[in-house]
C-alpha cells in the first residue's frame, strides 16, 4: 500500500492570492492525480502528473489557474492560483498503486477563500 | 459525456441489516469499477473492485455486482455497522497506453441506525 501526506490539511486565504497544496507519497508512483471535491458532492478530476512531463488537464481546467509540479516520482504540488470565493472546495491528491485499480487518497486540503 | 451516476443520494440503514449501494454508469468500455468510502473529513478509501468481465466479486463483509446488460454497479454491505456510515463513491477506471482515468460517481451517504 501507499500512505500520502498532504498538506496543508486546511487554509483560509484572501481573494487574488495563490495556495500551494503539497503531496508527498512514501513510495515511488508514475501517476499522481489531482481533484477537486465541492462539500457533499464527488471528485472532480483536475489534472494528471506525471514525473517529467507536462500534466494532463481535463477540461475546465487550465495550467494558468492550476500550475502543476512533479519533480520526482514522490512528490507533487498544485497551486490555486488568483483564488476567488467559488475557489473554496476540498483539494485532493491521489496516486494509482499495484495494478492501478486501487487508489490511494492524501486526506485532503479544505481550502476557504475570503 | 461519460458519467457514473447513482440512484439514490442517502441510505439510511438499521444497524445489523444489509445494506445496497446501486450506481449507474454509461461508459461500457471502461476496464474496472470500484467503491470508495468516504468519512467525513478524509480522503476517499478503497473497498473492492471489480473487472469488467466478472459479475460478483466478494470481499469481506462487501459484494459487487456488475450488470453490463443494464450497465448498473452495485455494492452489498453485509451487517451493517456504525463504522459504515460515510459516503460511498463507485468509480470506473478506463486503461489505456499506460495511463488510468478515474471517474466518479455522485455518491450516496449511508447513515447506520442504532
Known amino acids: 500500500s501507499a500512505v500520502i501526506s498532504q498538506k496543508p490539511s486546511r487554509d483560509i486565504c484572501q481573494r487574488g492570492t495563490s495556495l500551494t497544496i503539497q503531496c508527498q507519497v512514501d513510495?515511488?508512483?508514475?501517476?499522481m492525480f489531482w481533484y477537486r471535491q465541492q462539500p457533499g458532492q464527488s471528485l472532480t478530476l483536475i489534472a494528471t502528473?506525471?514525473?517529467?512531463?507536462?500534466?494532463t488537464y481535463e477540461s475546465g481546467f487550465v495550467i494558468d489557474k492550476f500550475p502543476i509540479s512533479r519533480p520526482n516520482l514522490t512528490f507533487s504540488t498544485l497551486t490555486v492560483s488568483n483564488l476567488s470565493p467559488e475557489d473554496s472546495s476540498i483539494y485532493l491528491c491521489s496516486a494509482p498503486w499495484g495494478a492501478g485499480t486501487e487508489a490511494f487518497f492524501g486526506q485532503g486540503t479544505r481550502l476557504t477563500v475570503v | 459525456g461519460e458519467s457514473v451516476g447513482l440512484h439514490l443520494p442517502t441510505l439510511s440503514v438499521q444497524e445489523g441489516d444489509n445494506s445496497i449501494i446501486n450506481c449507474a454508469y454509461s461508459?461500457?468500455?471502461?476496464?474496472?469499477f470500484i467503491w470508495y468510502k468516504q468519512e467525513s473529513g478524509k480522503g476517499p478509501q478503497f473497498i473492492i473492485d471489480i473487472r469488467s468481465n466478472m459479475d460478483k466479486r466478494q470481499g469481506q463483509r462487501v459484494t459487487v455486482l456488475l450488470n453490463k446488460t443494464v450497465k448498473h454497479l452495485s455494492l452489498q454491505i453485509a451487517a451493517t455497522q456504525p463504522g459504515d456510515s460515510a459516503v460511498y463513491f463507485c468509480?470506473?477506471?478506463?486503461?489505456?497506453?499506460?495511463?488510468?482515468?478515474?471517474?466518479f460517481g455522485t455518491g450516496t451517504r449511508l447513515k447506520v441506525l442504532a
Open positions: 468509480a470506473e477506471i478506463s486503461m489505456g497506453s499506460g495511463t488510468y482515468k478515474y471517474i
Open positions: 513510495s515511488q508512483v508514475t501517476m
Open positions: 502528473a506525471n514525473q517529467g512531463s507536462e500534466a
Open positions: 461508459n461500457s468500455a471502461s476496464d474496472y
